[in-house]
Structure formats: C-alpha cells, structure tokens
C-alpha cells in the first residue's frame, strides 16, 4: 500500500474520530520509543497496555506520552492500533491484601514467641521474680 493512501486513510482517521491518539511507548528491553494509536482515552502516561508486534507476538509495553497530532507523521508509517489497556486492579488488590495477611501472621508469631518466651521465663522463676517481672511488663 502506498504512502500516500495509508497517510490519507489514518488523515481520515483523524478527522472522523476525535478520540484518536497516537501514543509513545517503550517495551521492557529498551528505551526505543515506538508509536501506536488508539480510541481508549482513559490510557495515560505511564499505564502497561497490550500492542501486536510486528513479528505477530502481543506484548506489555508502557505508555511513555500522549502526541499531539503536529508530532505525529501520519506518512511515515501505517501505526498499529494498541490492542486494549492492562487492568491490574484486581491484582493490585489482591497483593495488597495478601500483604497485609502476611503482616499480621508476622506479628502474631512475633506476639505467640514473646508470650511464650515470658511464660517459660515465669515458670523457671521464683514467687518475687515473677511480681517483679509482671511490675515491670505492666509499665
């Protein structure tokens, strides 16, 4: 396909739809920054979205910055469209919640050891030492 129809075609584009943005993005192997386009205006700087690859595979890249239309040469290239955005929502919410389980086993170990620690410490301990050790957890 010519130049010139793929430059007229993505023009058209352009003009018919308002929310089409061409976008920079990076994959995780370098800083090369490649241009897609897409409709999804609720993409922003720095969210992972899907795009299809030239050699046919999907992949995660990051948004690195929204073009102005002047940026963008609509001759240069036939731009791909970005497959969809990646929703990590339920992830986030899920590490955050696993996180926080972690936590709280954590401290109730340490809690469990201390208090076992204290009642084996009691038991090897004579009637004065333990209201004297009892006086002094209780400051």
Request: aromatic fraction near 8%.
């Amino acid at each position: 396909m010519s130049k010139t129809i793929i430059a007229a075609m993505q023009s058209m584009q352009v003009a018919e739809n308002d929310d089409l943005r061409f976008l920079e993005v990076t994959f995780s192997t370098g800083a090369t920054r490649y241009t897609y386009k897409t409709v999804d205006t609720s993409i922003e700087e720095g969210d992972k979205v899907v795009v299809y690859t030239p050699s046919g595979k999907f992949e995660v890249v990051t948004v690195r910055k929204a073009l102005d239309i002047d940026e963008v040469d609509l001759y240069a290239y036939r731009y791909k469209f970005i497959v969809q955005k990646v929703d990590t929502a339920v992830y986030d919410e899920q590490t955050n919640n696993e996180d926080l389980l972690l936590k709280n086993l954590r401290s109730r170990a340490r809690r469990s050891q201390a208090a076992q620690a204290a009642k084996a410490l009691l038991e090897d301990s004579t009637e004065d030492e333990q209201a004297n050790f009892k006086k002094l957890v209780r400051l």
